[in-house]
């Protein structure tokens, strides 16, 4: 009988997993597909001398986590590569608001928008070089960050305290306002908000972007060499090196409950396989709670809660094998991993209300990934192995574009979706389209069929606003990766701080099974009350 199972090996599953077995532990991990990784997979689906990642792609997270650094993957194997640029926001008249590599370069362009935003950028890294190693650590500790807490606090009151945590809250268009003159800063920042589901006038969105931007600079968006799988391969390979057991293609059907708490799991195919000490389930909140624990095992309070949660927004993503570079018309988009296309702020601004009402949007914004640029090894030379991916609503009303897309995503719809980011990216780079030499298209629910956690594309496993964040994530009074019923553990984006690559959901359920039994029965019971 193992220690502990483990539902699912994406990377939060497969970090939890690591370090149950350092700590001694005998692991079992099922994974209902038949690959490992989750939303971390490469292939070459689209051509066989192309690699494409499926799902994830850039991990400026990866980077930053000190999760991650603790694994030191570097031994099993893993590498990272960088763009020449980071991220590059092109405008059509030739502009391009460009994150470069070194500060002094990311400021420099951001002047010739306006003389004052080189010091506005310069301004805001000295604050991140100042509390983001803190913040960094308070994010990826479970709720609430206690030691990490007390360090940050320290550090924000030499960095302006409230003032600086208003900054944070405020909704990402008011933020670029206040801080810069020229659409150089204000796109850079707006762009990487919308990373996740947060509009410009979110609540918040000002912080998010604010963080991804100064990732960005300090730590890059740097891509594993080889394809997003090799992060997934160095994590299975330092699993089963310390003897931990992977077996995938076994769907788990259900959490075997008994007085409470959580002794096993029953698969698919009918298999029961018990649990010494805890089950960790890298999966949706709503797929744990309702369809593998079941409604009679838990709080009135918290199925009441599961009918407000809230998914993020759905994606559709198309990947590409291109014969050539992108004729980028603005010459600050070459070089750049991550490429972001949109009439600036307002152009994003439209874009997320359209999704807001349940509409396609008829003029997406893109984000679109130059993986060859960022690692060579993933096509021949003076090809371009790219993808892109856009936001969609979770249901489909109706469509602002002229194709009569309904979210029932046929051949016909996939294709005129697809043929819609092409525009897109042809506005910006002109002769794109003739570059194509093969496209594959992974609309809403092909994504979640290939990742259950991930419903119509919803990256983040439910939405980052405020009000589903910390203890509010993902319900109310929860926080914390203990659930109602003992031994059972939320170990997925699901659970706080949420989506990226970057293993804390996982640490965190894994280090709350690791305490001692007195404290972290309490913590269960904590969310029975």
């Known amino acids: 009988m193992p220690d502990a199972v483990v539902i699912g090996a994406g990377p939060n599953g497969l970090v939890a997993a690591n370090l149950l077995v350092d700590a001694g532990w005998s692991v079992e991990v099922l994974e209902a597909q038949d690959e490992p990784g989750g939303a971390v997979r490469s292939d070459r689906g689209v051509d066989p001398e192309f690699v494409s990642d499926v799902f994830s792609a850039f991990y400026p997270l990866a980077a930053a986590s000190p999760v991650l650094a603790g694994l030191d993957l570097a031994r099993e194997g893993l590498r990272w590569s960088h763009a020449p640029r980071v991220l590059a926001h092109p405008l059509l008249?030739?502009?391009?608001?460009?994150l470069e590599r070194r500060v002094q370069d990311t400021c420099a362009g951001l002047g010739a928008f306006a003389d004052t935003d080189a010091d506005a950028w310069r301004a805001m890294?000295?604050?991140?070089?100042?509390?983001?190693?803190?913040?960094?650590?308070?994010?990826?500790?479970?709720?609430?960050?206690?030691?990490?807490?007390?360090?940050?606090?320290?550090?924000l009151r030499a960095a302006g305290g409230l003032r600086f945590a208003r900054k944070l809250a405020l909704p990402v268009r008011r933020l670029v306002e206040e801080e810069f003159v020229g659409e150089g800063g204000r796109l850079l920042l707006s762009g990487n908000a919308l990373h996740a589901d947060l509009a410009p006038e979110a609540a918040g969105s000002g912080g998010f972007g604010w963080l991804m931007s100064m990732l960005g600079q300090s730590h890059g968006f740097p891509v594993?060499?080889?394809?997003?799988?090799?992060?997934?391969?160095?994590?299975?390979?330092?699993?089963?090196?310390?003897?931990?057991?992977?077996?995938?293609?076994?769907?788990?059907?259900?959490?075997?409950?008994?007085?409470?708490?959580?002794?096993?799991?029953?698969?698919?195919?009918?298999?029961?396989?018990?649990?010494?000490?805890?089950?960790?389930?890298?999966?949706?909140?709503?797929?744990?709670?309702?369809?593998?624990?079941?409604?009679?095992?838990?709080?009135?309070?918290?199925?009441?809660?599961?009918?407000?949660?809230?998914?993020?927004f759905a994606t559709f993503k198309v990947d590409w094998a291109l014969t050539?570079?992108?004729?980028?018309?603005?010459?600050?988009?070459?070089?750049?991993?991550?490429?972001?296309?949109?009439?600036?702020?307002?152009?994003?601004t439209r874009f997320a209300s359209q999704i807001a009402t349940g509409h396609v949007p008829d003029d997406p914004f893109v984000l679109f990934g130059q993986m060859t640029t960022a690692d060579p090894s993933r096509s021949p030379a003076g090809t371009e192995s790219a993808?892109?991916?856009?936001?969609?609503?979770?249901?489909?009303?109706?469509?602002?574009?002229?194709?009569?897309?309904t979210g029932r995503w046929d051949s016909r719809e996939q294709d005129a979706m697809a043929d819609r980011v092409e525009a897109q990216v042809e506005r910006f780079a002109p002769g794109f389209r003739t570059l194509i030499g093969a496209r594959r298209i992974l609309a809403p629910p092909t994504l979640q069929a290939m990742n259950e956690n991930l419903r119509n594309g919803?990256?983040?496993?439910?939405?980052?606003?405020?009000?589903?964040?910390?203890?509010?994530?993902?319900?109310?009074?929860?926080?914390?990766p203990e659930t109602p019923i003992e031994n059972l553990y939320l170990a997925s984006a699901a659970a706080h701080p949420g989506g990226g690559v970057h293993g804390a959901p996982g640490a965190n359920a894994a280090?709350?099974?690791?305490?001692?039994?007195?404290?972290?029965?309490?913590?269960?019971?904590?969310q029975r009350v």
Not at 93 to 98: H, I, L, N, Q
Not at 126 to 147: H, I, K, M, S, Y
Not at 465 to 480: E, K, N, S, W
Request: glycine share 14%; net charge positive.
């Open 511 to 526: 280090r709350a099974a690791l305490r001692p039994h007195h404290l972290h029965t309490l913590l269960h019971r904590a």
């Open 387 to 405: 993808w892109a991916y856009t936001h969609l609503p979770q249901r489909v009303i109706g469509d602002a574009g002229p194709d009569r897309i």
């Open 93 to 98: 008249d030739g502009r391009c608001a460009v």
């Open 224 to 312: 594993p060499v080889g394809g997003a799988g090799a992060l997934t391969a160095a994590l299975v390979a330092r699993f089963r090196n310390r003897g931990g057991v992977l077996r995938c293609g076994q769907r788990v059907a259900s959490v075997v409950v008994r007085n409470g708490r959580a002794v096993g799991v029953r698969t698919e195919g009918g298999e029961g396989v018990p649990a010494g000490r805890a089950v960790l389930a890298d999966t949706s909140a709503p797929a744990l709670y309702r369809d593998l624990v079941g409604e009679e095992h838990l709080p009135a309070r918290l199925t009441a809660d599961l009918e407000r949660f809230q998914w993020d």
């Open 125 to 155: 890294y000295r604050t991140w070089e100042r509390v983001g190693p803190d913040l960094v650590g308070a994010l990826f500790t479970p709720f609430p960050p206690v030691r990490s807490g007390l360090r940050l606090a320290g550090k």
């Open 324 to 348: 050539g570079p992108v004729p980028w018309t603005a010459p600050g988009a070459v070089g750049a991993g991550t490429v972001h296309l949109c009439d600036g702020v307002d152009g994003l």
């Open 458 to 480: 919803s990256v983040n496993n439910g939405t980052t606003a405020l009000h589903q964040q910390a203890i509010f994530r993902p319900t109310p009074g929860t926080g914390r």
